[in-house]
């Protein structure tokens, strides 16, 4: 059926087989059966995979038996998709906002060496030429939407629109014509057609962020626009068809909220096709320089025109930024250090231009055991005590979220503070 479209092909019997002819050769398309989908997208990453039977992890999927014309809408589909990854690969070099750095293949925009960071860099540069459904999740200030436009920059579909909208941010009563539109005479106040963000991000992606807050009764008809590709606007007779890239994200523990049932479970899974984790800013404290040094020339070209003097921070300042746990991570980081930058008037940052609270949480250093006391029962109560005592500090005495910073139970907390006499 293949080579009766002009198509030169190679074919082979055995996964081992395909696998071996996927790494040896340049394919643009590999049509492979669905069980075998996984091994040749890792053998061959810059290929069009499509599979026989439905598949989440390809890029497309054909249903068994193969008829014709589903075979020419395949086809087709993936013959646009191998031409704008060529386009894209050509195109990329000039493109100003994200490009590949020539010492480790980091991404500009999101910085760091951890061992974390370069996971989430990898994922990022593996997933964003598939049009997979991503789902970021992470704790707020960890850089989520950077990853999207990451994955949108360094897409085939990097020419098109990245649409963001915040889902906890629209008023429940519009959200449903923000998201799919309306027409003239839907309700009160629709003088006219609206394109909702669906059709704005046409041939682009959908970044929907704090997807966690979107209403139960709206899930339903995200589920059907994610498994249709369409929309139908709000008073409107017909649906129309959108070609969107969705990329979510939330701060949320959806599969807590799956199991209280303020989820679709069936919504979840559709769009938690490839997960993307990102480690907040304490468990990367080595990436801290880096930050500072990236976020320091950042705001010395933005306040240039005003004579900005600022190239670097001391040793001490440095010390107390690394020491400090961040609970806002990387957006905290950043505002702590513009503030510092507006108040300095040398050339670096000192320890005290930075708050308050980041310099009392350097004063109270790791603890370490008594030369003459090698009690690891007493050493751990002495940190566990300290760790708490910061934790209420930092909440201004409120215990559920200072739980939550512990990461232990309210009610292990609470057991917690009267054994310590906190």
Request: net charge neutral; with cysteine.
């Amino acid at each position: 059926m293949l080579a009766a479209r002009g198509m030169a092909v190679d074919a082979a019997a055995a996964a081992d087989a395909a696998v071996r002819a996927a790494r040896e050769g340049r394919y643009d398309l590999v049509l492979c059966d669905r069980a075998w989908v996984g091994a040749l997208v890792a053998a061959a990453p810059d290929a069009t995979v499509v599979a026989l039977g439905e598949s989440r992890d390809a890029y497309d999927w054909l249903a068994r038996p193969v008829h014709p014309d589903s075979l020419d809408q395949v086809l087709r589909r993936a013959g646009e998709r191998v031409a704008l990854l060529r386009e894209n690969a050509a195109l990329r070099g000039a493109r100003p906002r994200l490009r590949a750095e020539p010492d480790d293949g980091a991404i500009a925009g999101l910085v760091g060496r951890s061992p974390a960071m370069r996971r989430v860099i990898r994922e990022v540069r593996q997933v964003a030429p598939y049009k997979a459904n991503v789902l970021i999740t992470g704790e707020s200030g960890t850089g989520k939407e950077l990853v999207a436009r990451a994955l949108h920059d360094l897409s085939p579909r990097a020419r098109g629109p990245f649409v963001a909208v915040n889902c906890g941010a629209i008023p429940p009563g519009l959200i449903e014509s923000e998201l799919f539109g309306h027409r003239r005479g839907a309700f009160t106040d629709a003088v006219r057609d609206k394109r909702g963000m669906f059709e704005e991000a046409d041939g682009g992606t959908l970044f929907l962020d704090e997807i966690g807050e979107l209403p139960v009764e709206l899930q339903v008809k995200l589920l059907r626009a994610l498994q249709e590709e369409e929309v139908r606007p709000v008073g409107a007779s017909v649906a129309v068809r959108v070609d969107v890239r969705v990329v979510a994200a939330t701060v949320r523990d959806l599969d807590a909220d799956v199991a209280a049932g303020r989820f679709r479970e069936d919504l979840y899974y559709r769009l938690k096709v490839v997960p993307i984790e990102l480690p907040p800013l304490r468990e990367r404290r080595e990436d801290i320089p880096a930050l500072v040094d990236h976020f320091v020339r950042r705001y010395a070209d933005k306040h240039a025109t005003a004579g900005m003097p600022v190239r670097g921070v001391t040793r001490e300042a440095m010390a107390v930024l690394v020491d400090y746990p961040w609970p806002g991570n990387v957006r905290e980081l950043e505002n702590a250090i513009e503030r510092a930058m507006v108040l300095c008037d040398g050339p670096e940052i000192t320890a005290e231009l930075l708050e308050e609270r980041l310099r009392r949480s350097a004063r109270h250093p790791a603890v370490t055991a008594d030369p003459d006391d090698l009690s690891i029962k007493k050493a751990s109560r002495a940190l566990e005590r300290r760790l708490i005592a910061q934790a209420l500090e930092r909440t201004g005495g409120n215990r559920t979220n200072a739980a939550k910073l512990l990461e232990i139970s309210h009610r292990a907390l609470l057991y917690k503070i009267k054994e310590y006499g906190l």
